[in-house]
């Protein structure tokens, strides 16, 4: 599995001079200050993420500057500038101060991915309230889970979602009202009674209005986390993530003045707001919103049409795309990309080196959480890359491998990955449930829950969920390793492992496989894979059980659900399945 080194490429070679570079050459010592003083603050005191992701930029005379262009599931286009952006938060702003919305309230979002859902996001935030997004994809039982924890007051959505919801909203005593966005008509069913019409309020609303003043330690967004490992927690944010989202989007993401910039993650997850909304238009950029599904020909379309420069996907996206195949790259003009980036689940080697062949670039992974709120370990554009590695951590940042007892143990060795916490876009606590906030907090350090290793070079090497991770005859095996060795296989799309009780071994190590096209399920193939993985591996790190499955259960995000596929294996209940993908 030894995979050779990416060399960066020479700095004259690159199409824009790296940010980092920046930040390298002039060696000055890392504060956040620094930071802070790029972006405005509120007149007269105070920080808010509606201000410096929109207004900052009409006031700064880059108005008429694009924000975004969309392009809706039937192919409707929208473009909208900074100033006109500017305009529409104002309004909804002053129309959820109609409805009574106060400082601190919760205002939910359940949207597909339209430009009202940003409009409405930002006038949220403008309003002084928090903002909940939630994924357009869910049932009517996370749904109702997320508003009755939250305590939202109001909910913005759409017909065709209302409709699907309408059972569960008798039973939200806090919920007071049902905002409801029937954009260009395109649900005949339309509101019902009760219901406050977005567009009719809209007309009605004034275009001035003053951003509610919020500090840096105000909740702005309340994200539910995605269900990999056990029932969604409400991490709650403040306005100070503003700092580091900003920063991480021009240092990994690597923005800059001119980009074009596509995160393909829907904004009912934290990639979505963090990276699909604040890093670029803090950073003043201008994106792309698609609103259709995955697909690699509309996705290379889309790539194609806007002129994409920064691409910022998921690992099971690009599973799904070296699926489809090289040949689906080569039909489009994809020369304006300059920059690939991977973040969700662990980046599959094979993945890396594939973006190499495919698109002329390594995909650049790197790592973070919900809790985390921002990129805290990064492959850069001027670092050389290890397939396989999530990279270094980003400045300002310390990143510690600790044992059972929370300690650091030596270079090489795997363990907890942890923070030292006081990073800006740290959350502040897991709403209504402060106890299990403060467990997350051992000896100094923020224990994020994931195991991995630090090598010499102070790279970051993923070794799995700290509830996945395998014990076998007393060696420690991470599931990524044994599936990215499988993955390796030219019949294998997708693999995954878990560990499996065993009365003699403590538990085995068993793999769970997708095949592709073209190749079926045997013992001939089940014998062939487990010999493939005995030579990649060890042997008692190489699978003793093979399954084949026709797709892994996954998060809605795309995550790979193991500890599914543990409790089906095993007969036991399945927890918490709101987030589980259909
Ligand atoms: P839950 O906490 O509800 O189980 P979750 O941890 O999947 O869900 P997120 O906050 O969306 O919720 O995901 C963060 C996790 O995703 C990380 O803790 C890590 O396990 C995984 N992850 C994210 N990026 C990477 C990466 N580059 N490499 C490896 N793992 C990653
Ligand atoms: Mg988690």
Same mark, same amino acid.
């Given at each position: 599995?030894?995979?050779?080194?990416?060399h960066?490429?020479?700095?004259?070679?690159?199409?824009?001079?790296?940010?980092?570079?920046?930040?390298?050459?002039?060696?000055?010592?890392?504060?956040w200050?620094?930071?802070?003083?790029?972006?405005?603050?509120?007149?007269?005191?105070?920080?808010?993420?509606?201000?410096?992701?929109?207004?900052?930029?009409?006031?700064?005379?880059?108005?008429?500057?694009?924000?975004?262009?969309?392009?809706?599931?039937?192919?409707?286009?929208?473009?909208?500038?900074?100033?006109?952006?500017?305009?529409?938060?104002?309004?909804?702003?002053?129309?959820?101060?109609?409805?009574?919305?106060?400082?601190?309230?919760?205002?939910?979002?359940?949207?597909?991915?339209?430009?009202?859902?940003?409009?409405?996001?930002?006038?949220?935030?403008?309003?002084?309230?928090?903002?909940?997004?939630?994924?357009?994809?869910?049932?009517?039982?996370?749904?109702?889970?997320?508003? *009755?924890?939250?305590?939202a007051? %109001?909910? $913005?959505?759409?017909? /065709?979602? =209302?409709?699907?919801?309408?059972?569960?909203? !008798? @039973? *939200?005593?806090?919920?007071?009202? %049902?905002? $409801?966005?029937?954009? /260009?008509? =395109?649900?005949?069913?339309?509101?019902?009674? !009760? @219901?406050?019409?977005?567009?009719?309020?809209?007309?009605?609303?004034?275009?001035?209005?003053?951003?509610?003043?919020?500090?840096?330690?105000?909740?702005?967004?309340?994200?539910?986390?995605?269900?990999?490992?056990?029932?969604?927690?409400?991490?709650?944010?403040?306005?100070?993530?503003?700092?580091?989202?900003?920063?991480?989007?021009?240092?990994v993401?690597d923005l800059?003045?001119?980009?074009?910039?596509w995160?393909?993650?829907?904004?009912?997850w934290v990639?979505?707001?963090?990276?699909?909304?604040?890093?670029?238009?803090?950073?003043?950029?201008?994106?792309?919103?698609?609103?259709?599904?995955?697909?690699?020909?509309?996705?290379?379309?889309?790539?194609?049409?806007?002129?994409?420069?920064?691409?910022?996907?998921?690992?099971?996206?690009?599973?799904?795309?070296?699926?489809?195949?090289?040949?689906?790259?080569?039909?489009?003009?994809?020369?304006?990309?300059?920059?690939?980036?991977?973040?969700?689940?662990?980046?599959?080697?094979?993945?890396v080196?594939?973006g190499?062949?495919?698109?002329?670039?390594?995909?650049?992974?790197?790592?973070?959480?919900?809790?985390t709120?921002?990129?805290?370990?990064?492959?850069?554009?001027?670092?050389?890359?290890?397939?396989g590695?999530?990279?270094?951590?980003?400045?300002?940042?310390?990143?510690?491998?600790?044992?059972?007892?929370?300690?650091?143990v030596?270079?090489?060795?795997?363990?907890?990955?942890?923070?030292?916490?006081?990073?800006?876009?740290?959350?502040?606590?897991?709403?209504?449930?402060?106890?299990?906030?403060?467990?997350?907090?051992?000896?100094g350090?923020?224990?994020?829950?994931?195991?991995?290793?630090?090598?010499?070079e102070?790279?970051?090497?993923?070794?799995?969920?700290?509830?996945?991770?395998?014990?076998?005859?007393?060696h420690l095996?991470?599931?990524?390793e044994?599936?990215?060795?499988?993955?390796?296989?030219?019949?294998?799309?997708?693999?995954?492992?878990i560990?499996?009780?065993d009365?003699?071994?403590?538990?085995?190590?068993?793999?769970?496989?997708?095949?592709?096209?073209?190749?079926?399920?045997s013992?001939?193939?089940?014998?062939?894979?487990?010999?493939?993985?005995?030579?990649?591996?060890s042997s008692?790190?190489?699978?003793?059980?093979?399954d084949?499955?026709d797709?892994?259960?996954?998060?809605?995000?795309?995550?790979?659900?193991?500890?599914?596929?543990?409790?089906?294996?095993?007969?036991?209940?399945?927890?918490?399945t709101?987030?589980l993908?259909?």
């Open positions: 599995m030894d995979y050779p080194v990416i960066k490429p020479a700095l004259e070679d690159m199409k824009v001079k790296p940010n980092i570079q920046d930040y390298h050459e002039s060696q000055r010592d890392f504060s200050d620094l930071l802070k003083k790029e972006l405005d603050g509120l007149e007269g005191g105070g920080l808010n993420l509606a201000y410096e992701a929109i207004d900052r930029h009409v006031k700064k005379g880059k108005g008429d500057k694009v924000a975004f262009y969309w392009e809706g599931a039937k192919g409707e286009e929208e473009v909208y500038t900074f100033a006109q952006f500017k305009v529409q938060s104002d309004k909804f702003a002053n129309v959820l101060q109609g409805l009574g919305v106060e400082k601190g309230d919760r205002v939910f979002i359940y949207m597909d991915r339209i430009p009202e859902l940003y409009f409405a996001f930002f006038g949220i935030l403008k309003a002084g309230a928090i903002a909940g997004p939630l994924f357009s994809a869910f049932g009517p039982d996370p749904v109702k889970d997320r508003l *009755l924890d939250s305590g007051r %109001v909910l $913005v959505t759409s017909p /065709n979602l =209302r409709a699907k919801i309408s059972g569960i909203l !008798g @039973d *939200l005593p806090d919920l007071k009202h %049902v905002v $409801v966005v029937n954009k /260009n008509n =395109r649900h005949p069913e339309g509101l019902q009674p !009760g @219901d406050v019409s977005y567009e009719e309020a809209m007309a009605g609303a004034s275009e001035e209005f003053t951003i509610v003043r919020t500090t840096e330690e105000d909740y702005d967004i309340m994200h539910y986390t995605s269900g990999t490992t056990g029932k969604p927690k409400g991490a709650a944010h403040v306005h100070r993530a503003i700092y580091q989202q900003y920063a991480t989007g021009k240092w993401l800059h003045e001119d980009d074009i910039y995160c393909t993650a829907d904004p009912g990639t979505g707001t963090s990276y699909g909304m604040v890093a670029p238009w803090t950073n003043g950029i201008t994106q792309v919103i698609y609103e259709g599904g995955f697909g690699a020909g509309p996705w290379y379309r889309v790539m194609e049409k806007y002129k994409v420069t920064v691409w910022y996907t998921a690992p099971t996206a690009i599973r799904m795309l070296m699926k489809a195949g090289e040949d689906v790259v080569k039909r489009h003009d994809l020369s304006s990309l300059r920059y690939m980036c991977s973040v969700g689940e662990p980046l599959n080697p094979e993945a080196v594939w190499v062949q495919a698109f002329g670039m390594p995909f650049h992974d790197n790592w973070w959480q919900t809790e709120g921002a990129i805290l370990i990064a492959n850069y554009p001027i670092q050389d890359v290890k397939p590695s999530m990279g270094r951590p980003t400045p300002g940042i310390t990143v510690g491998i600790l044992d059972d007892n929370y300690e650091e030596p270079t090489g060795d795997e363990g907890h990955l942890a923070v030292r916490p006081g990073w800006p876009s740290m959350f502040k606590t897991y709403w209504g449930n402060e106890e299990m906030y403060n467990s997350k907090f051992q000896n350090w923020y224990i994020t829950g994931d195991k991995a290793r630090k090598d010499e102070g790279y970051f090497w993923f070794v799995g969920r700290a509830d996945d991770v395998i014990n076998t005859a007393g095996v991470g599931p990524f044994v599936e990215s060795a499988l993955l390796e296989h030219p019949a294998v799309a997708e693999a995954g492992v560990g499996k009780p009365p003699i071994a403590m538990e085995i190590v068993k793999a769970f496989v997708a095949l592709k096209d073209g190749y079926e399920p013992d001939k193939l089940r014998r062939e894979l487990m010999r493939f993985a005995r030579k990649k591996l008692f790190v190489a699978p003793r059980e093979i084949f499955i797709s892994l259960p996954k998060t809605r995000s795309g995550k790979i659900m193991r500890r599914l596929l543990k409790a089906r294996e095993l007969g036991l209940p399945e927890g918490d709101s987030t993908e259909d």
